[in-house]
């Protein structure tokens, strides 16, 4: 039988993880732990703040089948797209091999894959690059400037990162939220939070004309320093998209259950 222990982490911290942000976003948000899904959704542009993830460990076929149909629903019902999160690992085998057709019989279609990822390797030296200096956030402007790396990083229309971020009071406070200035420019940005025990790193990007610089890795070590200074924490957790994957285990993480991602075939209509 595989060993799943890291796969239920990686699906507790994101539970945990986007309970938080969700609920700064907004404190009316539907935060729901269902039989077998946990749902942390916004209902606002910003798309990774509208989340379904299943929470089953070793579903069989019939049981992701009805899960799968479920989670679809909750994501027609409401006004904005998102992403069902779903990890790889916790899935009995059958089910594995099943699922994309599983999760086309529900209406919903792949839209790409990342990686969770886990390590005990805290504290990290204090980091630095010869191009960059760092800024922690903490005004309004650097975190526009923040919001509009991710957008530009993972290809979101600037309103919808500034609609995920605009006036946190958690980026600018609890998280360890990190720019990398180019001649004063903001060209990359990480930030690690405090959950269950763990240093969990959140929205990584890089402005897509300065990757490949290790501006991601130095700016990602930065937070990881504060973050661990800051709380004494010695592991790490994060998922990782696929082109940010091979940055992380230069920095100390492994990988554990793959994660997808999946929308609904026909997204909602925006409101507003």
């Not at 899960?67 to 027609?76: F, N």
């Not at 956030?137 to 790396?149: G, H, I, K, M, N």
């Not at 800051?230 to 793959?258: C, Q």
Request: net charge neutral; glycine share 10%; with cysteine.
């Amino acid at each position: 039988m595989r060993d799943r222990t890291e796969a239920v982490e990686s699906r507790e911290q994101l539970a945990v993880v986007w309970r938080a942000f969700v609920l700064d976003r907004d404190a009316d948000a539907d935060v729901r732990d269902l039989p077998g899904i946990a749902v942390r959704w916004a209902d606002c542009r910003f798309p990774f703040w509208n989340c379904v993830t299943l929470t089953d460990v070793d579903a069989d076929t019939a049981l992701l089948g009805r899960r799968l149909g479920r989670a679809a629903d909750i994501m027609r019902a409401k006004k904005r797209p998102g992403f069902l999160w779903l990890f790889e690992d916790l899935l009995g085998d059958a089910a594995r091999e099943q699922v994309r057709t599983a999760a086309g019989r529900a209406g919903l279609a792949y839209a790409f894959s990342g990686t969770g990822m886990a390590g005990d390797f805290l504290p990290v030296p204090e980091p630095s690059h010869p191009d960059l200096t760092f800024v922690r956030v903490s005004t309004d402007e650097q975190l526009r400037a923040y919001a509009d790396l991710n957008s530009r990083a993972y290809g979101f229309p600037l309103e919808d990162g500034r609609d995920g971020l605009h006036g946190s009071t958690a980026w600018k406070n609890q998280v360890h939220a990190y720019l990398g200035l180019r001649d004063g420019v903001p060209v990359t940005c990480a930030g690690t939070v405090e959950a269950d025990g763990r240093l969990f790193v959140a929205l990584v990007a890089t402005a897509p004309e300065w990757e490949r610089r290790g501006y991601g890795e130095a700016v990602t070590r930065k937070a990881l320093y504060e973050g661990a200074r800051a709380t004494g924490l010695t592991r790490a957790t994060l998922h990782a998209t696929a082109a940010g994957a091979p940055v992380y285990p230069r920095i100390g993480f492994r990988p554990n259950s793959p994660v997808h991602f999946y929308a609904l075939s026909q997204p909602p209509a925006p409101h507003g």
